[in-house]
């Protein structure tokens, strides 16, 4: 079987290691991965978003199946285009993965749906959005509708600084196209917490709860990154809330997709706000989360490719996914100066020990290859994950992994998963 895989971070190395766990062994090829997938694919020297190239190698390999990592190409269409072809990709369609790509479509359809969620308004008129920040509270938050690399939204402090916001998107074109509309929108206060299920258009098999550390610094201080860190399972999302999150939240927008005719299929990403008075929706991805992915994957028991295939299939039932009874925990490993400058070409050392120990993976996420050595190669550069039997074990494992590691500037958080035990 020949599974192709589009995306090079870590959250693609733990999909391409997960799948080549699968009991049919597959030859899997990653467009463009990284170092540590070159270990178990062959990459690809074609971008993530080079949609014509990404057509032309799969129309001559015929992949048995595409898994499409980042949200660029989901938008662009990739999905669209392989399947017009024949060719079987996990990934939602253009029109579904909207969801993602436009925060305005997002909340319309968690609107039509009933899903609970942030009261918010959609502007394209920096003035009438300046004059309607007085309805709401302070701080108040000021979203890019379309993507713009994780850094569209804007929480504001005081209301000089939403209107600095406004017209930094609006006027000044800061996120340029995807900054044409924006929705101002209440901010919510609580815990977040990740939910990702897997989606067949019509059915949905939730996987395990996780938690993403955004900030860059421990205690959630700094600016905000692509995430520091991840852990599974997330307390705050206990046994009772997970079956509503499933009935409330996640249905009720396969069903909307449905209705709509863009039927839903592949991962959807809930990122919610749970506090006293309920769960709110923060937002939705169309795809796997990282650095939850790493976390989560090690989770799942027995074979994950037929799940993958029951999404595209539409047959997807709940026993396609088995979750170990254990715990796991991502510390991702950052280039000096992240999220801000950075330089590459680091020498990494000791990723080979930190591998070896018990229960412990290292995915590379920003890293390749240079004269046979692994160099860094990007802001997030590894992904060290290790499960346990709790989050306790887990955290001890996946730090003693870390301690093994390193390159010149590493930085990493570490209290990944604390929030876990100061409950
Ligand atoms: P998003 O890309 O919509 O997930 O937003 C990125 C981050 O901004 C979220 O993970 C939250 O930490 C924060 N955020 C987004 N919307 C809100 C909101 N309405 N209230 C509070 N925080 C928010
Ligand atoms: N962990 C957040 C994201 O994948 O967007």
């Known amino acids: 079987m020949k599974i192709f895989i589009i995306g090079g971070g870590g959250r693609e190395h733990a999909i391409a290691w997960r799948v080549s766990k699968d009991s049919c062994a597959p030859d899997i090829y990653c467009a463009p991965g990284n170092a540590g997938t070159a270990t178990i694919a062959t990459n690809l020297a074609i971008a993530a978003d080079d949609l014509v190239q990404l057509r032309e190698w799969a ?54 749906a009933g899903v609970p969620t942030a009261k918010s308004l959609l502007f394209n008129d920096p003035g009438r959005a300046i004059a309607a920040l007085d309805s709401f509270g302070l701080p108040v938050v000021i979203k890019a509708d379309g993507l713009a690399a994780g850094k569209g939204v804007i929480i504001a402090a005081t209301k000089a600084e939403a209107v600095e916001a406004i017209q930094a998107i609006l006027v000044d074109s800061i996120f340029g196209e995807a900054g ?101 929706v923060l937002e939705f991805n169309t795809r796997f989360g990282d650095p939850e992915t790493e976390a989560i994957l090690p989770r ?39 999220p801000g ?16 120990l018990d229960e412990c993976v290292v995915f590379h996420a920003g890293t390749r290859v240079e004269g046979g050595a692994v160099v860094t190669d990007g802001g997030r550069v590894l992904s060290v994950t290790a499960s346990g039997e709790d989050l306790k074990q887990a955290v001890e494992r996946a730090y003693q992994a870390v301690s093994k590691i390193s390159f010149e500037g590493a930085h990493y958080r570490t209290d990944i998963a604390a929030r876990a035990f100061n409950r």
């Open 300 to 338: 799942i028991a027995g074979d994950i490719i037929p799940a993958l295939e029951a999404c595209v299939d539409g047959t997807l039932r709940d026993d396609h996914i088995i979750v170990r009874d254990n715990a796991a925990v991502t510390v991702v490993m950052a280039s000096g100066g992240y």
């Open 341 to 356: 400058r950075y330089s590459k070409g680091l020498r990494i050392t000791g990723i080979e020990d930190a591998d070896a």
């Open 59 to 112: 129309l001559c390999n015929k992949p048995d199946l595409t898994i499409v990592g980042p949200e660029v190409p989901l938008c662009l269409g990739i999905t669209d285009l392989l399947e017009a072809e024949g060719l079987r990709v996990f990934g939602p369609c253009c029109a579904a993965a909207r969801l993602e790509g436009s925060k305005a479509f997002s909340k319309e359809i968690m609107l039509a």
């Open 180 to 280: 044409a509309e924006i929705l101002i929108e209440e901010f919510l206060v609580g815990e977040e917490a990740s939910i990702l299920a897997l989606v067949d258009g019509e059915h949905a098999v939730i996987l395990p709860s996780s938690q993403d550390h955004k900030r860059v610094y421990n205690n959630d201080e700094g600016p905000n990154t692509g995430g520091m860190g991840a852990y599974t399972p997330a307390p705050v999302v206990t046994d009772a809330l997970l079956p509503l999150i499933k009935t409330q939240i996640i249905m009720p927008v396969v069903c909307e997709m449905k209705k709509r005719g863009c039927p839903y299929k592949g991962v959807l990403y809930a990122g919610l706000m749970i506090s006293a008075d309920g769960i709110k």
